[in-house]
């Protein structure tokens, strides 16, 4: 049973372009969004992450979308550059579980120049 | 000053082996975690510590043991390696900031059972 599904698998974007992955959960107990980028031999590394009282949060080129009632958020890239190039992952935890991170499948997003 | 260190990075070893990965953390978080990433990029949750205390066990194969001797450190013991268990494993550490619980990773160990 996959609690966080993620979508795409994999994206090809051109340089300049906005880059759109979307998740949806099934837990509503959920209470914390994180997204996470991860290069080639790299940990994941947190970029970004929302609660469910609010909508929208924007940091930089970075904005996470989250729709409480449809159970769903996405993570806009906007002007997207070669150096995003990497596998993004969203993510799903609550607290009364010690913020274990349960993660969707990963996008392997490709910035064309 | 790396914030959470592995060793080692990569580890090649025959079925049937023990080994063991180590993990250090220099962010005087609170609780320290590995998560286990297979073949296809799937990351997912293994083991959590809180304050030196097993708190998350997510049915994995008993021959997986954690250690944490302190805060600071979470080491993760396998016994009788298997094919199976080749993977990249990730140790993080968690603490509360901003009302949001922030985890940061390792660079990984890639795990190689031949």
């Known amino acids: 049973q996959q609690q966080v599904k993620q979508s795409p698998q994999s994206l090809i974007v051109q340089k300049g372009g906005i880059s759109i992955i979307n998740c949806a959960y099934e837990?509503?107990?959920?209470?914390?969004f994180p997204w996470y980028q991860q290069f080639p031999g790299k940990g994941p590394a947190l970029l970004i992450a929302?609660?469910?009282?609010?909508s929208e949060k924007k940091e930089g080129r970075f904005t996470i979308s989250f729709n409480k009632s449809a159970k769903q958020f996405s993570l806009h890239i906007m002007d997207s550059q070669p150096g995003d190039s990497a596998t993004y992952f969203c993510a799903a935890s609550r607290e009364d579980s010690s913020y274990k991170l349960i993660f969707g499948s990963g996008t392997r997003l490709l910035v064309r120049p | 000053d790396t914030a959470v260190s592995q060793t080692p990075k990569y580890l090649v070893t025959q079925m049937g082996n023990d080994k063991s990965i180590k993990c250090e953390q220099n962010?005087?978080?609170?609780?320290m975690y590995w998560y286990k990433q297979d073949s296809k990029k799937f990351l997912k949750i293994m083991f959590s510590?809180?304050?030196?205390?097993?708190?998350i066990n997510e049915t994995v194969p008993n021959r997986f043991s954690p250690k944490s001797p302190d805060k600071a450190h979470l080491n993760l013991h396998i016994n009788s390696l298997e094919l199976g268990d080749s993977a990249v494993y990730f140790c993080?550490?968690?603490?509360?900031?901003?009302?949001?619980?922030?985890?940061?990773f390792g660079s990984g160990t890639r795990l190689t059972v031949v």
């Open positions: 993080a550490s968690s603490h509360e900031g901003g009302g949001l619980r922030r985890h940061t």
């Open positions: 929302i609660r469910p009282d609010v």
């Open positions: 510590y809180n304050n030196k205390e097993l708190i």
């Open positions: 962010l005087g978080h609170d609780t």
């Open positions: 837990n509503t107990a959920f209470d914390y």
